[in-house]
């Protein structure tokens, strides 16, 4: 794809001057609708199991294309859930009940947890594991977007300014609800791209988790 992948942008210095937080939002949302084809409107199901930036591919005009489909896994229509041996994915993109079904069960479900972490590097542009934690100190992403934006400063700290507020809001809730633990409380990706038609004022606040003592 002309455009590369999308790691390039959400992980260079000054990524939103590349991209824009407008065009970063349609992205978004291509993502989704690519998602909610795969996982609803084919023949037989299909759960990718590797959603993450280095997977999602751009063309001129960077309309998003979901790509490398090595780890995917065919679902029927009749079939809500999946059985999975060993997990399968890229490290911090990885659901819970792919490691373990204590969590619940494997489904597409567990896409929309991979979907939710990306678009939470879209908006802080730096990846939720690090080989080397430069600082002893360095929160787990998912807690410290979680814990920013519940004290209204995590905009600031993600270098947001007030006219694309709204939007960057808006994928910070969606992408907290995506990861939830537990399969259950999450999203279907149709659902994900109502929420992306809403008004702030008809989200609710996700629960708070305590993702590195949870994983």
């Known amino acids: 794809m002309s455009s590369g992948s999308l790691d390039k942008y959400i992980y260079s ?17 291509g993502i989704a609708r690519g998602l909610e084809y795969l996982h609803h409107n084919c023949n037989t199901r299909i759960v990718h199991f590797d959603i993450n930036p280095h997977n999602i591919l ?3 005009d ?8 090595g780890l ?16 399968r994915g890229t490290i911090g993109f990885i659901a819970p009940e792919v490691h373990s079904q204590t969590f619940g069960v494997v489904s597409t479900k ?6 939710g972490m990306m678009l939470l590097e879209m908006v802080g542009g730096r990846r939720n594991v690090k080989s080397i934690v430069e600082k002893s100190s360095e929160k787990y992403f998912p807690d410290w977007i ?9 905009l600031q700290a993600c270098q947001v300014t007030g006219e694309i507020e709204e939007i960057a809001i808006k994928m910070i809730l969606i992408g907290l609800w995506c990861i939830h633990v537990l399969p259950v409380y999450r999203p279907t990706i149709t659902k994900v791209l109502e929420m992306f038609e809403r008004s702030l004022d008809d ?4 629960p708070k988790q305590n993702f590195c003592e949870l994983l």
């Open 62 to 69: 960077f309309t998003p294309k979901i790509a490398d489909f």
């Open 146 to 154: 979680y814990d920013h934006h519940a004290q209204d400063d995590g």
């Open 13 to 29: 210095e000054n990524p939103k001057e590349i991209l824009g937080w407008e065009r970063l939002y349609a992205v978004a949302i």
């Open 58 to 60: 751009l063309d001129k």
């Open 203 to 206: 989200f609710d606040m996700p």
């Open 72 to 87: 995917a896994k065919l679902c029927h229509t009749k079939e809500s859930k999946l059985s999975m041996i060993g997990a």
């Open 110 to 115: 567990s896409d929309v947890y991979s979907y």
